[in-house]
């Protein structure tokens, strides 16, 4: 019973964040969106890394090439490859504290669109622009919030 209550409160989670990256923004500060999905996912995949993995990620990514429109498969591949990352190094990366945390989901964000603008350029044959790497830069200041807030909501739920 608790799993599936476990699951349930992480599903929760990632759907606000879903929910947040589909929110419109002014026009101006939509090149600097974090990857609100994605860096959900990076929590739980170091804080839980026994329920969240590439299977959630795989799932979470196609639900974002839906509803997003993009070619089916792209973001599943892109989160799938970072989670990889961050689950299978999940007991370094707990120790090291939050601003080297910051830095280093910085860099899994940068190869995240790096990784993207690659694919697309095959796909779509879109051409780089730096502007590509802003979400890397905010969704590293946003890690110093994230962490914080999921971290209580998983002890104050017990999420195990």
Same mark, same amino acid.
């Given at each position: ?25 002014? #026009? ?7 990857? &609100?999905?994605?860096? !959900? @996912?990076?929590?739980?995949? =170091? /804080?839980?890394? *026994? ?38 190094? #999940? ?7 939050? &601003?080297?945390?910051? !830095? @280093?989901?910085?860099?899994? =964000? /940068?190869?995240? *669109? ?47």
């Amino acid at each position: 019973m608790m799993s599936k209550h476990s699951n349930l409160l992480i599903a929760l989670s990632v759907f606000v964040a879903l929910v947040m990256a589909l929110m419109p923004l002014p #026009f101006s500060l939509e090149p600097f969106r974090p990857d &609100w999905v994605l860096l !959900v @996912l990076m929590y739980w995949s =170091l /804080a839980v890394p *026994h329920r969240v993995n590439i299977g959630w990620a795989w799932m979470t990514g196609l639900i974002i090439d839906l509803a997003m429109g993009a070619p089916l498969g792209v973001n599943s591949l892109t989160y799938s490859i970072c989670i990889y990352i961050t689950a299978s190094n #999940f007991q370094k990366i707990r120790n090291f504290s939050i &601003w080297q945390q910051a !830095v @280093l989901i910085g860099l899994f =964000l /940068a190869l995240y *669109h790096l990784l993207q603008f690659w694919l697309n350029h095959f796909l779509l044959d879109i051409y780089f622009n730096p502007h590509y790497l802003w979400p890397a830069v905010t969704g590293m200041v946003c890690w110093l919030w994230i962490f914080p807030l999921l971290r209580k909501y998983r002890r104050q739920f017990r999420i195990r």
